[in-house]
């Protein structure tokens, strides 16, 4: 019997833009393939809120937009754009002093001066924040999910999934450490990616994936995720005679119950 590990906290946003296709978009990267977790998989942007996120969340300072929410809640939110700056350079604040969003010329700038010291955490993020006098801004993440990994794994993670309009002009690009390789794409073509093969999706993106597709753009996909009554969703693995099922409740709202997730090898 596999022992169960305790969930980590984390969190990750799916950074959306409207294309000239009329689909929405979204940015994923592929994970390193010497990464423990998910390895050579298509994600998005995220990771596990860490001792620093809680040191920014008693800094009401360094964040707009967070009032109403608890303690935990910023926290996941501060860890989720911290993560998404860290892997993709793309950075969700604004100016202290102006109240104004930081645009792609001033968060390429900021990119460039500690991006890769905050990857070998050489700095903190609450000093990069400090120093170009910048706040979270923690109001343009809406919640769309959240998903505990099953018990049983040896790596389990509490996480709470953002929609978030990307700046305009931020493009975002991977580090090259946690990350291979990103790209713009429409969550249509990520799931038949997943389906011919062409991309490696973990369960909870390629239903998350499916549900956004659903969306003709951005401001629809943000206002649906507005209405939502999330539901948390920890799948219970069974295995059958030809392969895996997984079963998640059905008002979380996924199109289903019981999924097959997986032939016998």
Not at 65 to 72: I, V
Not at 77 to 99: C, D, P
Not at 175 to 195: F, L, M, Q
Not at 218 to 238: K, Q
Request: glycine letters at 10%; zero cysteines; aromatic letters at 6%.
């Amino acid at each position: 019997m596999t022992e169960t590990s305790a969930s980590r906290p984390a969190s990750t946003i799916l950074l959306l833009r409207d294309s000239a296709a009329r689909e929405v978009e979204v940015f994923m990267m592929v994970r390193h393939h010497q990464i423990e977790f998910n390895s050579g998989a298509l994600v998005f942007p995220g990771g596990s809120v860490d001792a620093g996120d809680k040191e920014i969340v008693a800094r009401s300072d360094l964040y707009s937009g967070g009032e109403g929410l608890s303690e935990a809640d910023r926290g996941f939110r501060i860890a989720a754009i911290r993560e998404t700056f860290e892997e993709s350079g793309i950075l969700l604040a604004r100016s202290k002093a102006t109240g104004t969003p930081v645009d792609a010329r001033r968060a390429g700038e900021i990119a460039d001066g500690h991006r890769v010291a905050l990857n070998e955490h050489k700095i903190n993020f609450l000093d990069v924040l400090a120093e170009n006098g910048l706040q979270l801004a923690l109001d343009t993440l809406v919640p769309y999910a959240h998903w505990i990994t099953p018990e049983g794994m040896p790596k389990r993670f509490d996480t709470w999934f953002f929609l978030a309009a990307a700046p305009p002009d931020q493009l975002g690009a991977h580090d090259g450490r946690e990350s291979t390789d990103s790209i713009w794409v429409s969550p249509r073509e990520a799931v038949e990616g997943g389906e011919s093969g062409r991309f490696k999706l973990p369960f909870p993106t390629t239903r998350n994936l499916i549900r956004l597709a659903k969306q003709p753009n951005v401001n629809a996909a943000l206002e649906h995720a507005r209405g939502l009554s999330i539901v948390t969703v920890m799948p219970v693995m069974t295995k059958t005679e030809t392969g895996r099922q997984l079963r998640i409740p059905r008002e979380a709202g996924y199109d289903g119950e019981v999924f097959e997730v997986g032939a016998v090898g």
